[in-house]
């Protein structure tokens, strides 16, 4: 038999769901409004962090002092966890977005991070869109004929501070330990300095270190000149990693 009617018992957390909810939202509005500010948003999560623990707080004692089975307390119990988890989650990331685009808007954020994308990550799986975006043709060419390939099997693209600037085609042997870098091509244009091998040369030992491969093998780099640049990179960059250590 199906049962038409929700108690309040079972109708409660989603309600309070929903009222936490539209409470952030018109906070969020407000706070969307001021001038962007760290110091707001941290005390913004802050108070709705409390505000959201009371609401799903308190259904959760009603529980218990109505239901006295285990089975039931185990039950209520992770509702108003997981409500109030995911009330957490859905302000951080909604008031954290929003004053990071604001503040990319404004010119205010500079991209710091260096790191090779898997092919399916979504900067580069829309093709059109990260050409349009980045001015970067990528195409996934492991379908592709090898006499056909233009850059190689699976290559990694190369997000460089907020640019993509190459790709990478390697392999990992894990049995020898090395990680092969059978091309690196660099895209045109690409002004080539210390500080710009430096964070490739990182970006891929991590990748290496990742595959368990502690030798990385440069095989080929187009332009040819940075390959020696890149090799100078990656021993400086596992000579640091191993004094840090």
């Not at 707001?40 to 308190?58: H, M, N, P, T, Y």
């Not at 008031?95 to 503040?103: E, F, Q, Y």
């Not at 000149?225 to 990693?241: I, K, M, N, V, W």
Request: proline share 4%; charged share 20%.
């Amino acid at each position: 038999m199906v049962q038409r009617q929700m108690s309040i018992e079972q109708a409660a957390p989603w309600l309070v769901s929903s009222v936490s909810g539209l409470y952030i939202m018109a906070r969020a509005r407000h706070l969307s409004l001021s001038e962007a500010s760290d110091a707001k948003l941290a005390q913004f999560l802050f108070r709705q962090s409390d505000v959201v623990l009371i609401l799903c707080g308190c259904p959760a004692l009603w529980y218990f002092a109505h239901n006295r089975q285990a089975g039931n307390e185990m039950l209520y119990g992770a509702q108003a966890r997981a409500i109030h988890q995911l009330r957490q989650v859905f302000t951080a990331l909604m008031i954290g977005t929003g004053l990071l685009a604001r503040k990319a808007a404004a010119g205010e954020l500079a991209a710091s991070v260096t790191s090779l994308l898997s092919p399916f990550d979504p900067i580069v799986w829309d093709r059109r869109r990260a050409l349009e975006l980045f001015g970067f043709d990528y195409r996934l060419e492991c379908y592709t004929p090898a006499a056909k390939r233009r850059y190689g099997y699976f290559t990694l693209p190369i997000l460089r501070r907020g640019a993509l600037v190459g790709r990478i085609d390697a392999k990992a042997h894990r049995r020898d330990g090395v990680f092969e870098i059978k091309s690196v091509e660099l895209e045109p244009g690409v002004r080539v300095s210390a500080r710009f091998c430096a964070d490739i040369a990182q970006a891929i030992l991590r990748c290496a270190r990742w595959h368990q491969c502690p030798e990385v093998l440069l095989t080929r780099a187009v332009p040819a000149s940075f390959g020696p640049q890149l090799e100078a990179a990656l021993g400086q960059a596992g000579l640091d990693a191993s004094v840090a250590a």
